[in-house]
């Protein structure tokens, strides 16, 4: 019985050595990559901007700074308006079919309430304060 336990450890104990040295010793065989293979040097190129390098969402939030919105994706805070009831809600604008929101329900809450906002719905905080969710593109272009 103790001979056949210590067959399986040493099993055991070769197998990962094994795989390992396989895997290392399989990427040894390709040849080296030459990266600046068929580039071509010119006086004239230079590196991008960071506007021209940008993509996707980072392009439209620098595009809309230069329009003049200086919260494109509305992540400051807003002061919670007197009269804010269901038929007068807080609007959140979402990009995607929901955003979370937090909620600090009195100025001296050391915590913020957090709640998931979808599109159409309007949604009541704990402490009573409304919110509604609304397509980014609905916000008009005056708004972004």
Not at 38 to 44: D, L, P, Q, S, Y
Not at 97 to 122: F, Q, T
Request: a neutral charge; one cysteine or more.
């Amino acid at each position: 019985m103790a001979s056949r336990l210590c067959q399986l450890g040493v099993r055991l104990i070769r197998q990962p050595i094994l795989l390992s040295h396989v895997r290392a010793s399989s990427a040894a065989h390709r040849p080296p990559v030459n990266q600046h293979e068929g580039k071509i040097a010119v006086e004239t190129a230079s590196m991008p901007d960071g506007l021209g390098h940008a993509v996707g969402l980072e392009r439209q939030e620098l595009l809309m700074k230069l329009s003049g919105n200086e919260d494109p994706f509305e992540m400051k805070v807003t002061k919670i308006p007197t009269d804010n009831k269901r038929t007068n809600p807080i609007t959140v604008f979402c990009m995607d079919p929901s955003r979370m929101v937090g909620c600090v329900c009195e100025e001296d809450a050391l915590y913020i309430n957090w709640m998931l906002i979808h599109r159409g719905e309007k949604r009541r905080c704990e402490c009573g304060y409304w919110f509604q969710g609304v397509a980014y593109d609905e916000g008009g272009s005056s708004h972004h």
